[in-house]
């Protein structure tokens, strides 16, 4: 069984900052692709950024390039999205996921498990 604890969300201001948090089991952690989408009402999910935890590579949508940035705490199994700069545009609901399948620029377009999703709301 695969958990993924999707936390970190809330309500800011435009030009604000977040941080979302996953935390997952040690296996998952060391063995998947680590990775964030997020769905807006009435819009298509869309890929946010991808973590190879073994490297710490990283790979952002061109959406939240430059204002996101992932990291990892390999000692807690948890990756952190940073999101500074947030624009109302970003309002969605964020999942985390794992086991993700990427594009050829790295961008998530699908994942094999799902957290229960975060709520980010920015206002402008």
């Known amino acids: 069984l695969v958990q993924l604890v999707g936390t970190g969300g809330g309500s800011v201001q435009a030009g604000g900052s977040l941080r979302l948090s996953c935390a997952t089991s040690?296996?998952?952690?060391?063995?998947?692709?680590m990775c964030w989408s997020r769905q807006a009402p009435g819009k298509e999910r869309e890929g946010v950024a991808t973590?190879?935890?073994?490297?710490?590579?990283?790979y952002y949508g061109d959406a939240v390039k430059g204002r996101f940035t992932f990291s990892q705490d390999n000692a807690k199994s948890t990756v952190y999205l940073q999101m500074n700069s947030l624009k109302p545009e970003d309002t969605a609901m964020y999942y985390c996921?794992?086991?993700?399948?990427?594009?050829?620029?790295?961008?998530?377009?699908?994942?094999?498990?799902w957290g229960q999703g975060t709520q980010v709301t920015v206002s402008s």
């Open positions: 040690r296996y998952t952690y060391n063995t998947m692709r």
């Open positions: 996921a794992a086991d993700c399948q990427v594009n050829s620029d790295g961008v998530p377009t699908e994942s094999g498990y």
């Open positions: 973590i190879y935890t073994n490297s710490g590579r990283t």
